[in-house]
């Protein structure tokens, strides 16, 4: 039987569950580490050929090539291990944060200095589409 | 005997610690925020505990995907702060209290809660921020924190987390494993994590005021009907990473007036939005 799964519904969200545990394993140990100095070094010398000491899937290897942090998610990748590819490029979390939105960190920043976004619309994906039935 | 004195509740938000540790402070952007806190080391100074037991979770720092444990207690005698990828935040080692976290292992662990005693762990922000917020940030004068610390330490991270019912009952455990040990301490419980918050997604940023102020309201008056609040009502109304408040319940579950005492006398209550990307909640709760 399936498991009920009621957050799927939940927009613009991934919840890093067992089963993308299991899809993101190797992605997630990989930026597991450049918590490291010295692999952090290698992996900035040469990305791809890092990478490819990695049994990951080509789609999570382009994910990271190209730092397209919801295609990492997708392909199984967690906010909280993914969060040291910035730090390893010197990135803020709010720039991460912000290239996930389509917003730009200025207008991220702005938005989350005025009260954040709002839950209004953005809590079921099945009550937006009846909404606008 | 050892009783608990006192609930602390708070935000964990690493940009705190780094705007600690880099002296911006007094930066018009974090005033709003520290000045909340000002009672609170004020508060913590006029009633040390001799230790706390600090709620807090790891975000992937000690523990990677390698193996993940839904609750974990250190019983090391001292923990390092880690290095989160920018290097270690520059405060004290934290100092454990071994023998009362392995009494309180075997008391919870025979109370029926599956516990993984951790004796050697790298301790990340969500367990130092707290300590600068209520502590004050230790300088050369002050070169340790000022009592010992248990960690424990609860996954929010691996879906599915425990349930806060679940949070809330491991909260009763941990006051009956307190309180039977034999030495006359008094002991703070610390409930870190939350507000709302999402760091994932087109959703990130995600803020809910009115949740989060009903929650600090059901947590000091009904926490029992609070506890039994699902998971996806976390994830819908307070962001993906939201849900790190059902560590909140196993510290409010650790009050006396959940084993029929008096309710406790609420101290102190502030909420700043934002920190960084994340909402801050506080609250301060004795028991009297």
Same mark, same amino acid.
């Given at each position: 039987m399936a498991l009920n799964k /009621?957050?799927?519904?939940? /927009?613009g969200t991934t919840i890093f569950d067992a089963e993308q545990s299991r899809l993101g394993y190797h992605l997630n140990q990989f930026c597991m580490s450049l918590m490291r100095a010295a692999n952090r070094q290698r992996f900035k010398a040469d990305e791809r050929a890092y990478l490819d000491?990695? /049994?990951?899937t080509e789609e999570q290897k382009q994910g990271v090539l190209s730092r397209d942090l919801n295609r990492c998610i997708a392909a199984g990748g967690n906010i909280y291990f993914l969060a040291k590819i910035g730090a390893t490029d010197g990135k803020s979390f709010q720039y991460m944060a912000a290239s996930m939105t389509g917003m730009t960190q200025e207008d991220y920043a702005a938005m989350m200095l005025a009260?954040?976004?709002?839950?209004e619309g953005n809590r079921s994906i099945s009550d937006n589409k009846k909404a606008s039935a | 005997m050892a009783k608990i004195t006192a609930s602390v509740f708070t935000s964990h938000v690493p940009a705190i610690g780094a705007a600690l540790d880099l002296g911006k402070s007094n930066e018009p952007y974090w005033q709003p925020l520290f000045k909340g806190y000002e009672f609170s080391k004020k508060w913590f100074k006029a009633n040390p505990p001799d230790a706390i037991f600090l709620v807090y979770n790891d975000h992937a720092t000690a523990f990677s995907l390698e193996m993940i444990p839904t609750f974990a207690i250190g019983t090391a005698a001292q923990f390092a702060p880690a290095d #989160?990828?920018?290097?270690?935040? =520059?405060v004290p080692v934290v100092i454990g209290h071994p023998t009362l976290a392995a009494h309180i292992a075997q008391s919870v662990i025979q109370d029926d809660f599956d516990l993984t005693i951790v004796n050697r762990m790298d301790v990340d922000h969500g367990l130092t921020v707290p300590l600068s917020l209520m502590c004050g940030q230790p300088g050369a004068d002050k070169p340790a924190w000022p009592c010992p610390v248990i960690p424990f330490a609860v996954n929010v991270?691996?879906?599915?987390? =425990? !349930?806060g019912k679940r949070c809330f009952m491991l909260g009763q455990a941990i006051r009956r494993a307190i309180e039977s040990f034999d030495e006359p301490l008094n002991v703070q419980i610390w409930g870190t994590g939350g507000m709302s918050h999402q760091l994932q997604? =087109?959703?990130? @940023?995600l803020i809910n005021k009115a949740f989060d102020n009903a929650f600090l309201d059901r947590l000091i008056a009904d926490p029992a009907g609070l506890?039994?609040? =699902?998971h996806i009502d976390y994830v819908r109304?307070? @962001? !993906? #990473?939201?849900?790190?408040?059902?560590?909140?319940l196993i510290a409010r579950g650790a009050m006396a007036d959940i084993n029929g005492g008096a309710p406790p006398r609420l101290a102190h209550r502030f909420y700043h939005v934002p920190a960084s990307n994340t909402a801050v909640g506080h609250l301060i709760l004795e028991n009297i």
């Open positions: /009621p957050y799927l519904d939940v /927009p000491e990695w /049994p990951m009260g954040g976004r709002s839950v | #989160e990828g920018w290097g270690p935040r =520059p991270v691996q879906y599915p987390a =425990p !349930s997604g =087109p959703r990130a @940023g506890a039994t609040m =699902p109304e307070a @962001g !993906s #990473e939201g849900i790190e408040l059902v560590m909140w």
